[in-house]
């Protein structure tokens, strides 16, 4: 009942450029549905189309399989929280959190009932009567979820409603904001730029770019099969390794300086290709791996993993992640290992190349 | 139902917008009417005629009033200008004591009604031998509390740094005033300016005060001289003369009213 | 020579006390001019005024004998005075409140996105251009029983021949009336700019709350407005009091000291009567009304500013 659609949705400010180009999306009732890409790109004119904030150019909104184009935004039955919370200032947490009860004709016991609800849900119980000035950042959060929460509105728009808060914070809120949505079993549409909290937090994500979806699906499959370079780049940090490579029978060559072999044969029809790999699959080479030789330029150890930057040629370099603590140095001769089955082709244009995709599924299977 | 509040709010700012502006119109075409038609009570004239601008600058000597004004207008603006920066320059950047309360001293100024020293003031100017003369027309108005505030707000959002990084590298208090402080804050400078020159040009009670010859007086002086002497007779030429009086405030006002919004506000409520 | 001396404990206090001495000095330094101007042109005056008040004066303003609060006391007995603190009173009463309240109208239509708002902002702010003595001018103009479009435009409704300036009833309202005109564009463009100030996503919040556009107003707008609000009113509370150039020009404080405020009874004691020592009496009690009202606007308005 609450599907929300989005159908070759244009939107252009000053009637010239679209800043948004060609939108259809389908979101699912229930659905956690995370909005990610760079800053700019349009995530939050989409919401605000959704809430009805902005007027849509072209293209049609359904929600609830109504079209809703025209409708002001109370009538669509949905509750929004803002990037910079939007409460009242000069209102007490629990008139910020009943705001605006009335116009639905919700009884003032109703309201109070709601709103002390909300408060328990979120922690909030003792801080009632102060103004949002007293709080703290995370506890303006909280008041700001718990204002979307008392209109039971069957769906809550967030944009990047986590990115004042500092790190140990967020990745708190996230997993609150995460099992609350669960709870109450409302379709979330939430706006990020940051591709971490997309990838914890969404049941499915949509990666924008200026204004273009770039691939729509879960996490792990975005993650795994990116459909183009930007999509490979924006997700995962440190982001794919890609590198334009010729195609040589079966071999790759990178810059006429590195040659990769390879026991496949790729599409002769492709001279050129960007080919790309996560930072994890490459790995120091053990004995009887096809191993090559690059000169590490730059180590970071975290902890738990470490970071390795080295030489793929001259002017390219590429990052291989390790679990564990690692003692390499820089200006280090290291054998790194690839496993070809990890290997993903692009098209020169940055679309991904398919061809090879069920073979390495296979093949990637068999590895298990 | 939007397109409908959409044309109700077209059409109450329209209306407004002619009742504000229905005084200015009207003299503006009043100052195009012949003396007769003037006389029949028309709003709109039969034929323009610039014969009132020529009888206003014939007439009395309007250009000179308009130089006197611009010269006095220019000199506060000039003065308020530099007494107010250097005075907020002290109270952001120099750490003396007593500060606190020559800062509290000048706010308190503020509270002070400039009609209630006007009589001390003139017997003051009339010792000093200023009367009819720019001095007494301008230095009294140089130190202005309300300018040395909104500078000294803004200087405040000067980043601290700044200043010691030109103390580390022994720039002098002076240099950094003068090639740090003042360009960054040209943005507030100008709306000082503007603010100085739109009060000081439209001043009324005091160049009435110390003026009593065409040599030094300012238009608005010269305004009301001719609205007394011509009474009744040529309001059309007092009507151009007003529109010649207005047009350089307007249009300074025009080309600043942003610059004046922001910086009002910002010595107003921060 | 420049080999560095060793730095011994009290001569570094020394050179510390120095140094404050010459930071106050140069912090001084730069204070100076204000300070000079404010002293002889405000604090010094001030004084005087007060001085001034207690004596009796001479043609030059020289205090000629002392009378204490005799000035003070003459001044409450006498019916001119009393009459001009009732129109001054009057006066404040007509402008203040209207002029606030029609600029707020204003500038909650210009605040408004629409196509062109720029051009309606200018217009409404216009006036804030003008100057008392045009403006006065052009009113006077417009007041005028035969030839003005006021009596033109009343004449087709069937009412003709008011008097605007000249009947002692209705002369300080005309003057009210033309000095909200003259005040609308500062207050207009001041309230613009708090209005501007507040948060847009406070109104996309209500807007998806779904409330009225008054609820939203009373709830959201003029609470969020309050400190831009008591700071004009303030202002224009104490520019009311010194209303002097369209009094001098529209009515010259008749008739009959309908429109006699208190700076233009200053002026006429002061500077036509040669009165100095009486009208220094009555600055005196213009300043302290100016600080009363202001000292009670802040006790009393301030507690309903919502400071964010
Ligand atoms: N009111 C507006 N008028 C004109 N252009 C706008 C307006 N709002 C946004 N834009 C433009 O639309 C594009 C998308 O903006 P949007 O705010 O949706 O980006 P975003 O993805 O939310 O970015 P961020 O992560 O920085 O919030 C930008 O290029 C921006 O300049
Ligand atoms: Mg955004």
Redesign the pocket.
Known sequence: MAKVELVHVCKS??GKED?IQDLSVSIEPGEFFVLV?P???????ILRMIAGLEAITSGELLIGGIKVNGMPPSERNLSMVFQNYALYPHLTVEQNITFGLHTKKISKQEQKKRCLEAAEMLGLTDFLKLKPRQLSGGQRQRVALARAIVTHAPICLMD?PLSNLDAKLRSKMRSEIRQLQRRLGITMIY?T?DQVEAMTMADRMMVLNEGRPQQIGAPLEIYNHPSNIFVASFIGAPPMNLAKAKVLESSLLFNSERVMRLHHHLPSSQQQVIVGVRPEHIRLADTGDEYFIAEVVNVEVLGTETLITFELTKTEHWIARWSGQWNVHVGEQVPLFIDETAFIFFHEDGQRLNHPVSSYVASGEERK | MNVLRTFLLYALLITCSVVMLFPIVYAFLISFMSGAEVLQGHIWPQEFTTANYVAAFRKVPLLEYLLNSFIVSFLVMLGQLIVSSLAAFAFVFLNFKGRDVLFFLCIATMLIPWEATMIPNFLTVQKLGWLNSYLGLTVPFFALAFGIFLLRQHFKTIPLELYEAAQVSGVSHFRFFWNIVLPLSKTSLITLGIYSFLTTWNMYLWPLLVTNNDRVRTVQIGLKQMQTQEISTEWGVVMAAVIVVILPTLLLLFVGQKHLQKGLMQGAIK | MNTPLPVQPPASVQIRRKRTMRTTLEGITYLLPSLILFSIFLFYPMLRTMYLSVYLTDYQGNPVQFVGIENFVYLLKDVNFLQSVKATLLFVCYTVPTSVFLALCLALMANEKLKGIGLFRTCFSSTMGMSVAASSVIWMFMYNPSIGVINKVLSLFGISDVQWLLDPKIALVSVAISTIWMNTGFTFLILLGGLQNIDPSLYESARIAGVSYLYQLRKVTLPLLSPTLFFVTTVSLIHSFQTFGQIDILTKGGPMDATNVIVYSIYKDAFINYNFGSASAQAVILFFAILVVTFLQFKFGERKVHYQ
């Open positions: 400010y000053n800043v890409g800053s700019g790109c349009g995530k939050s004119t990047e706006v730029h």
